[in-house]
């Protein structure tokens, strides 16, 4: 399990620096809201299933040998009333909304294209948005 440490401070308006292990990033709020110096959060979790999505068909693809050349995957997140929805009626209220358009590049035939679209539900991100999460907090 690696630890993300994420640190916001007074001074810098939504500015917010992700560090893991070696790696910085920084995320914020667009103006005028903030100052741009990053993605929003959002974006960050948009990126994360893009980039879980793309690793687990690569990975996939791989192992069967099959001539995927590149994915490409574009997603937006929007939050729209449940009634506008053609889903369950057991949902109320303002429900998230991610769109995920995917597309495979390479010699693939119709049943290798279908194969990794279904792979693309599988990967780990996907399967925890779709699944019930829990956030233990401990305050300090």
């Known amino acids: 399990m690696s630890t993300i440490t994420v640190t916001g401070t007074s001074d810098s308006k939504y500015e917010t620096r992700i560090t893991n292990g070696r790696h910085t990033i920084v995320a914020d709020e667009p103006e005028p809201i903030g100052t741009d110096l ?5 974006d960050f979790l948009l990126s994360a299933l893009g980039a879980c999505t793309s690793i ?16 490409q995957i574009e997603l937006s997140h929007d ?3 449940a009634d506008d929805l053609e889903q369950s009626e057991d949902v109320s209220g303002l429900v998230d909304v991610i769109e ?6 390479g010699p693939l035939d119709n049943d290798q294209r279908e194969r990794l679209a279904y792979i693309a539900t599988r990967c780990p991100v996907h399967k925890t948005l779709t699944t019930p999460t829990v956030i233990v907090d401990e305050i300090a």
């Open 38 to 42: 990053g993605p929003n959060p959002y």
């Open 79 to 81: 939050r729209v009333h």
């Open 56 to 71: 687990t068909v690569f990975m996939y693809a791989g192992r069967k040998g099959w001539p995927l050349e590149q994915i």
């Open 100 to 105: 995920r358009k995917i597309r495979f590049e």
